[in-house]
């Protein structure tokens, strides 16, 4: 079996000599052989001017109160080449350039602007010094000292993080090597099944989806819901290769409900096959929490922390995304390494030298500051196709908020949402070329179509990629010949160290512009209060039950309406909620419809159909 030591290796490019280029004049020299492209540079000055144009959390509004036009698209090529090569962002090592040219913002929103960036770029800095980044919940946000622990404000932190990743690649690498093995004749781990939801899976999903080999050491699934179809699915497609699974648990809390029920669900899973579950499972969790004291009462295979100062839909480069990557045969330090690179780069306060900040600035325009359109993420490369969901949670639930920092009532937020090119072609782009111009583009270009050597013809010169290659160039040339906005993002090829470079890039454009709007980026109350409702309908589903076993447990039995169920639970108010509850046992038989049908809610008399004795005691 071939080694796979070097997933965790260490990298040179750790040491952060970083180099980037602001594009302002163009020389490519293509070379058959790699496909890259060079170029020299040189960097031109933001030209300021006087301000035009001032956002607020209203409309841009001129001087008479109307709503101020945003000036047309520049539609002619040559001054189009122009703005594309004053504004091109390269970033040498990481193979990246950012293309914001086809965005309008003006050189007078540029300098209106600027303040707010300095301001923005003063908050991140304190923010990675240890500031509490996160008022609310009293917490320092520090995901960036995860690929740069010299960074954190403290030694034991510091200690924490490495310590960490050489555990993490100590046992990746035992567990591919075959010296930690099932406690079955199988022999080694062969597959592995990741338990979590929200951060805790889009993150691992998408670099699964990215950068796993096509005969990984360990296969990965995910159960991330609920669903109990969804669960029993993952389960019978593992088949006999259960013993022979291991099994990551991930939950900050450990009393994530959905990970909660996905772990209890599997534990069943194990004792009906006759399996130890704690000899294959390994906890991703806070110290001390109840998933934590539960692996290490149970005695599971292994424990790895989640900090407190990590949120999850910014935890990919800690144990949450490291080591189901790991397992997978991916180089982690690698994936690190790219992430490191582009912080560097993001910390910079010259604008347009700050791929982030561009990316701020775009979307800052394109909605007015106020989530005004949505951002359409295209990524032309299968491989990066779950990019989009997972842009969507950093994004979304760190954008969505319905106060700023000051107590005012914003309903911040920026739509995201995807597909894959040249998929797309044949499902939406007809509408955003022609339809409710509600939107703007972020294209992700890759350059490497295949490996050195397996490319080939179709047709004379022309590949199968030409055509992937054609299609996005085309698709963003006809959008913004319709005043349709993009940016496209372009990587040389998909390797753990650019996509460890976008996801960092992705994570401080979003701490930029939640500066630039005034909230707080790494709270999400909406969630919670979602939590909560949920945990109010399952105690109220208790209630019922109990009315009902009541009932059924009377000489003769007793079904009962819907306005009597209701009433017996003390909640005429919540009558439809209870309807909800009674449709959904009686699908699943666990209430019997006496009477009527659940289509027709005030005809249906229901009841359990026995009689629990203990719980009618209870």
Same mark, same amino acid.
């Given at each position: 079996m071939?080694?796979?030591?070097?997933?965790?290796?260490?990298?040179?490019?750790?040491?952060?000599?970083?180099?980037?280029?602001?594009?302002?004049?163009?020389?490519?020299?293509?070379?058959?052989?790699?496909?890259?492209?060079?170029?020299?540079?040189?960097?031109?000055?933001?030209?300021?001017?006087?301000?035009?144009?001032?956002?607020?959390?209203?409309?841009?509004?001129? %001087?008479?109160?109307?709503?101020?036009?945003?000036?047309?698209?520049?539609?002619?090529?040559?001054?189009? !080449?122009?703005?594309?090569?004053?504004?091109?962002?390269?970033?040498?090592e #990481?193979?990246? &350039?950012?293309?914001?040219?086809?965005?309008?913002?003006?050189?007078?929103?540029?300098?209106?602007?600027?303040?707010?960036?300095?301001?923005?770029?003063?908050?991140?800095?304190?923010?990675?010094?240890?500031?509490?980044?996160?008022?609310?919940?009293?917490?320092?946000?520090?995901?960036? !000292?995860?690929?740069?622990?010299?960074?954190?404000?403290?030694?034991? #932190?510091?200690?924490?993080?490495?310590?960490?990743?050489?555990?993490?690649?100590?046992?990746?690498?035992?567990?591919?090597?075959?010296?930690?093995?099932?406690?079955?004749?199988?022999?080694?781990?062969?597959?592995?099944?990741?338990?979590?939801?929200?951060?805790?899976? #889009?993150?691992?999903?998408?670099?699964?989806?990215?950068?796993?080999?096509? %005969?990984?050491?360990?296969?990965?699934?995910?159960?991330?819901?609920?669903?109990?179809?969804?669960?029993d699915?993952?389960?019978?497609?593992?088949?006999?290769?259960?013993?022979?699974?291991?099994?990551?648990?991930?939950?900050?809390?450990?009393?994530?409900?959905?990970?909660?029920?996905? +772990?209890?669900?599997?534990?069943?899973?194990?004792?009906?096959?006759?399996?130890?579950?704690a000899?294959?499972?390994?906890?991703?969790?806070?110290?001390n929490?109840?998933l934590?004291?539960?692996?290490?009462?149970?005695?599971?295979?292994?424990?790895?922390?989640?900090?407190?100062? @990590?949120?999850?839909?910014?935890?990919?480069?800690?144990?949450?995304? #490291?080591?189901?990557?790991?397992?997978?045969?991916?180089?982690?330090?690698?994936?690190?390494?790219?992430?490191? +690179?582009?912080?560097?780069?993001?910390?910079?306060?010259?604008?347009?030298? %700050?791929?982030a900040?561009?990316?701020?600035l775009? !979307? $800052? !325009?394109?909605?007015?500051?106020?989530?005004?359109?949505?951002?359409?993420?295209?990524? $032309?490369?299968?491989?990066?196709?779950?990019?989009?969901?997972? +842009?969507?949670?950093?994004v979304?639930?760190?954008?969505?908020?319905?106060?700023?920092?000051?107590?005012?009532?914003?309903?911040?937020?920026?739509?995201? &949402?995807?597909?894959?090119?040249?998929?797309?072609?044949?499902? $939406?782009?007809?509408?955003?070329?022609?339809?409710?111009?509600?939107?703007?583009?972020?294209?992700?270009?890759?350059?490497?179509?295949?490996?050195?050597g397996?490319?080939?013809?179709?047709?004379?010169?022309?590949?199968c990629?030409?055509?992937?290659?054609g299609?996005?160039?085309?698709?963003?040339?006809?959008?913004y010949? %319709?005043?349709?906005?993009?940016?496209?993002?372009?990587v040389?090829?998909?390797?753990?160290?650019?996509?460890?470079?976008?996801?960092?890039l992705?994570?401080?454009?979003?701490?930029?512009?939640?500066?630039?709007?005034?909230?707080?980026?790494?709270?999400?109350?909406?969630?919670e209060?979602?939590?909560?409702?949920?945990?109010?309908? +399952?105690?109220?589903?208790?209630?019922v039950?109990?009315?009902?076993?009541?009932?059924?447990?009377?000489?003769? @039995?007793?079904?009962?309406?819907?306005?009597?169920?209701?009433?017996r639970?003390?909640?005429?108010?919540?009558?439809?909620?209870?309807?909800?509850?009674?449709?959904?046992?009686?699908?699943?038989?666990?209430?019997?419809?006496?009477?009527?049908?659940?289509?027709?809610?005030r005809?249906?008399?229901?009841?359990?159909?026995?009689?629990?004795?203990?719980?009618l005691?209870a």
């Open positions: 071939a080694s796979f030591s070097g997933l965790c290796s260490s990298s040179p490019s750790l040491h952060l000599k970083h180099k980037h280029n602001q594009i302002t004049k163009l020389i490519p020299a293509f070379r058959k052989d790699s496909l890259s492209c060079t170029f020299q540079s040189r960097t031109k000055s933001v030209a300021v001017q006087s301000v035009a144009r001032e956002v607020s959390t209203d409309l841009t509004k001129a %001087n008479d109160g109307l709503p101020k036009p945003k000036r047309g698209l520049e539609k002619d090529p040559h001054a189009l !080449w122009r703005r594309y090569v004053d504004w091109l962002y390269q970033h040498k #990481l193979g990246l &350039y950012l293309d914001v040219s086809r965005i309008g913002f003006t050189d007078e929103f540029v300098a209106e602007m600027e303040p707010r960036f300095q301001a923005a770029f003063k908050a991140m800095e304190e923010l990675e010094k240890g500031a509490i980044a996160n008022p609310d919940e009293g917490r320092m946000v520090g995901h960036y !000292w995860l690929r740069n622990s010299k960074l954190a404000p403290k030694k034991s #932190l510091q200690q924490q993080i490495e310590n960490t990743l050489d555990a993490i690649c100590k046992f990746a690498d035992e567990i591919i090597s075959g010296k930690i093995k099932p406690p079955s004749p199988a022999g080694r781990f062969t597959q592995v099944l990741s338990v979590g939801i929200g951060g805790s899976a #889009l993150g691992p999903q998408f670099v699964a989806e990215a950068l796993a080999p096509d %005969n990984p050491p360990l296969k990965i699934r995910f159960i991330d819901n609920t669903d109990p179809a969804g669960i699915h993952q389960i019978a497609q593992l088949g006999s290769e259960l013993a022979s699974t291991l099994v990551i648990v991930i939950s900050k809390s450990g009393g994530t409900p959905e990970t909660r029920n996905g +772990l209890l669900e599997v534990q069943k899973a194990f004792r009906d096959a006759g399996l130890d579950f000899k294959q499972g390994v906890a991703i969790t806070q110290e929490s109840l934590d004291n539960t692996a290490r009462i149970e005695g599971w295979l292994a424990r790895f922390p989640m900090f407190d100062w @990590v949120g999850g839909r910014t935890s990919e480069m800690s144990a949450v995304g #490291l080591l189901p990557a790991a397992l997978q045969g991916i180089n982690i330090r690698e994936m690190l390494a790219g992430a490191a +690179l582009m912080d560097e780069s993001t910390r910079t306060r010259v604008l347009k030298d %700050n791929p900040a561009l990316l701020a775009c !979307w $800052y !325009w394109a909605t007015d500051g106020v989530g005004s359109k949505d951002m359409v993420v295209l990524p $032309y490369k299968d491989s990066l196709l779950l990019l989009s969901r997972y +842009l969507q949670q950093l979304m639930e760190s954008l969505g908020k319905e106060f700023d920092l000051d107590g005012n009532r914003v309903n911040q937020g920026l739509t995201v &949402y995807g597909n894959k090119g040249s998929t797309d072609q044949h499902a $939406y782009i007809q509408q955003l070329r022609e339809g409710v111009h509600n939107f703007f583009v972020t294209f992700i270009e890759v350059l490497r179509d295949r490996p050195p397996h490319d080939w013809e179709l047709e004379p010169g022309v590949t990629g030409d055509y992937l290659f299609m996005l160039q085309g698709t963003r040339s006809a959008l010949a %319709n005043d349709r906005e993009s940016i496209t993002a372009t040389q090829e998909v390797t753990p160290r650019s996509v460890g470079g976008l996801v960092a992705y994570e401080r454009a979003v701490g930029i512009y939640a500066s630039l709007i005034n909230i707080n980026a790494y709270h999400q109350p909406g969630v209060a979602g939590k909560k409702a949920a945990g109010e309908v +399952l105690a109220l589903q208790k209630r039950l109990a009315v009902l076993n009541e009932a059924s447990c009377k000489e003769p @039995v007793e079904p009962l309406t819907l306005e009597e169920v209701a009433e639970c003390h909640a005429p108010e919540e009558i439809e909620m209870i309807y909800k509850i009674i449709a959904h046992m009686a699908a699943n038989d666990r209430a019997l419809i006496a009477e009527g049908s659940c289509g027709s809610p005809s249906i008399k229901v009841f359990l159909g026995e009689c629990n004795v203990d719980q005691y």
